[in-house]
């Protein structure tokens, strides 16, 4: 499980319920959602999705969002996303559930209605020059840690324009693109 989940095991302090937490659930557990994921008969079932001509970018549009195993609610939650903005790439689509990927490769479905066209990224690197243009050269404004998501503004060839929030503050610039997740290797726009 490597997607952003509400802290689920009992005793580790309420101060982790309400931050946002990195997935990395104890083996126990990680096994014991594993084998209940599934059961034997909804195993045998063949769903078919449909794969989608080209996958795009979409976010979570809510502060909590269920990924689900498999498409629909009677399918075991995977993990819990619990920040509004996270980037997801849509795979596939079954009736009103799609297919996604998160920066960490973790896959399932999650609801259309969860999803935003709004676009955002999350640096995927341990870390990431903010600059005040797309040049490395450039005055750097902060380095960004790994899993900090940005609102996207624009895409070019090496280079992406966003915006950050911290402190109240919304800040403008630049990252690469090879730091992030969120964008299209080949995107410009």
């Not at 970018?57 to 996270?86: D, T, W």
Request: include cysteine.
């Amino acid at each position: 499980m490597s997607c952003f989940v509400r802290n689920l095991l009992p005793g580790l302090g309420s101060s982790l319920e309400s931050s946002l937490v990195r997935g990395f659930v104890p083996s126990l557990l990680a096994t014991a959602l594993a084998f209940s994921s599934v059961t034997a008969v909804a195993a045998k079932q063949h769903i078919k999705s449909n794969s989608l001509a080209q996958c795009y970018f979409a976010s979570v549009k809510v502060n909590e969002a269920n990924l689900h195993n498999g498409p629909g609610k009677q399918y075991k939650i995977r993990c819990k996303y619990i920040k509004k903005g996270v980037p997801l790439l849509v795979t596939a689509q079954y009736e009103h559930w799609r297919k996604v990927k998160d920066a960490d490769g973790t896959e399932g479905w999650i609801h259309k209605n969860l999803l935003s066209n709004i676009r955002y990224i999350v640096v995927s690197s341990e870390v990431a020059g903010f600059y005040e243009s797309p040049d490395t050269a450039a005055r750097r404004i902060a380095v960004i840690k790994q899993n900090v998501v940005a609102r996207l503004l624009s895409v070019n060839k090496d280079w992406c324009s966003i915006n950050l929030k911290h402190n109240g503050r919304t800040y403008t610039g630049w990252i690469e693109k090879k730091k992030i997740f969120g964008v299209g290797k080949n995107e410009s726009w």
